[in-house]
């Protein structure tokens, strides 16, 4: 038996996310009809992030167990001939048994990509989320300080998680705007379900003035879903990298 | 009789291009029947640019006559309300009964977009061209040099066009590189059909060494179709700006 590892790209667009569902078209599930294409096994895959429908991934990294004699840095090829255009193995390895994509992870880096303007948008719709209100992007850039550090992140959780602990480490959180795009990059040990995006709902708050960047603090410690923003839209986000 | 301006964005990936056609689905089409929605008018528009299927824009104009009593910049939001999701009118204004979007055009500008990455591509394919074998992108760079200026770009230029002339002056031609992203800026007073493209083929094959920098000379001045590079396709082009 041997471990392969894989580092995955995709466009979340016509996808349910990424875990094996009965119907619908998933990420997971291409991947391990692709494997079984190859090696004639039923191969489960491990994910090392389970990212919601229209999310997307320049950095999904998964690890399943394989008899198949072919080489580790030759699944990479010879998957993606079986993968739809929407989904590209970028490299693949084998690893050590007991790697395992999701409990060895030690971290993740996700973007978040805002286009802040009146005007309808048209262009690259997928990826952005149009926000048509000002936003004060110093102010926001001020707020990402107040995340920054291991802290209780409950009210910016959505139900739905089996999470032991709501207590997570950012260590990492600025913003880069280029002329009406506001690219946001948040680095942590782990994020909670929909945490990325409940925190820039919070940080959009803080952007159009509902939220006072001094207020910050308060609404981390007190840990309330409902002081803190919404939950963006999935299509903005993509996960970056995930960190071993 | 009053004429208005219109500047649209459209991402071309689900149309014919923007010439209205018998059958299928246009940019030119999709704007005419939102105005006879509104009007009640079956005006013809005069666009700036007849970009080809799969082609986006951020700049294209248009100008249409109308008996309307629709306050010219009203007309933004209007026909908006009447327009599918990938083509947004930016904004629109009464202007001169003289003006012509085409005619009266100064000038275009357009990027070109290049992943250059061995791995496949997955993510944003509709927006970009991706080459799989290493450019020198410093050597594509210097090559831009030669294209700036006055010339005759008959090598440049695909059949079908009915240019009277086939030179033309470009003003603007760089390069900005960042990680695997190869972003290319041409600006000139007209382009020849196909001209963009067939000048980043051009290129492309200066990067893959196929072409010599010092070559691009005798390319431009024997006009000879077969010298120069490959119509790359129209995804990773984008107009820009159209100049009066």
Redesign the interface.
Known sequence: MRNIKLLI???GTNFLGWQRQKEGRTVQGCIEKAILKITGEESLINGSSRTDSGV???GTVANFFTNSKIPGNKF?EAI?TKLP???????SEEVDMDFHARYSSKGKRYSYTIVNRY???????Q?LYHVRYKLNVEDMKKACEYFIGTHDFRAFMSPGSSAKTTIRTISEFYIEQEDDMIKIFISADGFLYNMVRIIVGTLIKVGNGKIKIEDIEGIINEGNRKKSGMCVPPNGL?LEKVFY
């Open positions: 790209e995709f466009d997307h991934s320049r990479r993606n255009d929407d989904v590209a193995i970028i490299k005007e309808k948008l048209s262009l690259g719709k990826y993509i």
